[in-house]
């Protein structure tokens, strides 16, 4: 019997990475190892140390450009995608995705801030958040950035904001659309039980109460059904509902231009995944939304869609060198590696599943071992994966996890005091700093002892 191919063997799709479990420029060195964006992964750990992100460029622009090319080939319609920033929000990743022709989608100050920083036309900036702080709000108006509505306490806010300018402000609206989806139940949003946006039974009292204020426009609706979504169903319902929302905002006297579909698409984290291509996601709600609109006569909105995920996953990767082991006779191998739940809580939080190799012999060529790998952290629960197949693995040996380019980074936290890791980008041969490395000393930054403890000791 032919023995099942590593899926580092696989074939790699160019077009869609959401589909691939490895960024599309690994390759196996002369020497067996592994390299990413024509860079050994061992060179840069001896240079830059682990734990260590690492982002491919390519993979990164292949994804933006084909939700590009899809909706410039399925939407006949205006269209723009957005980044959803949540997935990895950095400065880098900002400019990146605006170099790319994508607005951002943003939810705290923090995030808008980076998105500026990193030069996303404001214009092209979306503030969401189901509860904005007084400050955001201001924040995104006076800097031009479109809100999207979330509850009445926006809307009360910013009629009073653009009444106190006295200039009329461009709105969204959020609301559940009432689709269901297979997916963890905290990554849901779209049924109608969920803290996000309006309840679909209450927005005619909504447009009522929009055209009684003074100065605001409503021109856009969202929706998102929820993430890491592998069905094509819920987007293919989603056209007739939003374009509903849209004919009943019509009645009210609100001409709406813009429809935004949310993000969701799922990636492939482990062979058992099989997500949809970005075409086929993108063909999906296109065709959705053109034919409710033929139907219901109505001139095509620009369409919007916020992909994080299928955006940056698939292109990060975290390198960990393992530590310590410890064999449990007859039950399981751990090895720890030195990060963990602090640089990826996915594991701990949904159990996520992810694919790994080990550095220096990434088809576990002559050995096959069952490990446990667990994380540095004092948490019985810190375990990244809970049987792999790796070769004879060693203290000191590399271990690479794919699919962390999203809410890895930026879902990360510093529990145990235990520093952020570098993040680096890598294209052809060459490697570049996106975010270094945090020491414990940083983390004292923001530690104060009161005087009297002071004088006390
Ligand atoms: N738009 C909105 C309004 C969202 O809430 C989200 C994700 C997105 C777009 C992007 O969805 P994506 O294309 O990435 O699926 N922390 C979870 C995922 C939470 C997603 C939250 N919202 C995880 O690690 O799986």
Known sequence: MEAKKSFLEQKID??????????????????????????????????????LYILDE?????????YKKALEKYYPGE?????????????????????????????????????????????????????????????????????????????????????????ELEIMIRFTPGIECHTHKYIKTGSFDSKFGFGIEYLNTLFERISNTKHLKLKGIHAHIGSQIFELEPHNDLGEIMVNVILDAKK?????????????????????????SIYDW?????????RACKKYNL????????????????????????????EIPGIRTYLAVDGGMSDNPRPITYQS??????????????????????????????VLFKEIELADCKTGDLICVFGTGAYNNSMSS??????????????????????????????LKYDVLPDRFIKQN
């Open 282 to 290: 993108v063909k999906t709600i296109s065709n959705s939304v053109v």
């Open 299 to 326: 001139d095509l909105p620009t369409l919007m869609c916020e992909p994080g995920r299928s955006i940056v996953s698939t292109a990060g990767i975290t390198i960990y060198k393992i530590g310590a082991f410890k």
């Open 353 to 382: 599943n992810y694919s790994a190799c080990l550095v220096r012999n990434p088809l576990n060529i002559n050995s096959k071992n069952k490990y446990t790998i667990a994380g540095k952290h004092c948490e019985s629960g810190d």
């Open 58 to 66: 390519l993979t990164l622009r292949n994804s933006c450009r084909a």
């Open 79 to 167: 269209s723009l995608p957005i980044y959803a920033s949540k997935a990895n929000s950095s400065i880098f990743m900002s400019n990146l995705v605006s170099s790319e022709g994508f607005g951002l989608d943003a939810v705290s100050e923090g995030e808008l801030l980076t998105a500026l920083k990193g030069g996303v036309p404001n214009e092209k900036i979306v503030f969401h958040g189901n509860n904005k702080s007084d400050k955001e709000l201001d924040f995104a108006v006076k800097n031009n950035i479109k809100v999207i509505v979330d509850n009445d306490y926006d809307l009360e806010r910013l009629d009073k904001i653009s009444n106190s300018f006295n200039r």
């Open 252 to 276: 009210f006297g609100h001409d709406i231009k813009k429809l935004n579909v949310g993000g969701g698409l799922g990636i492939k984290y482990t062979e058992d995944d099989d997500p949809p």
């Open 14 to 51: 160019l077009e869609s990475p959401n589909k691939n479990i490895v960024p599309i420029t690994t390759s196996i060195g002369t020497d067996g190892k592994l390299t990413i964006g024509g860079c050994s992964i061992e060179e840069l750990v001896e240079k830059y140390d682990s734990p």
């Open 414 to 443: 510093n529990y145990n005091r235990i520093p952020r890791p570098a993040a680096l980008l890598v294209c052809d041969g060459e490697a570049e700093i996106i975010q270094k490395r945090e020491s414990p000393f940083d983390l």
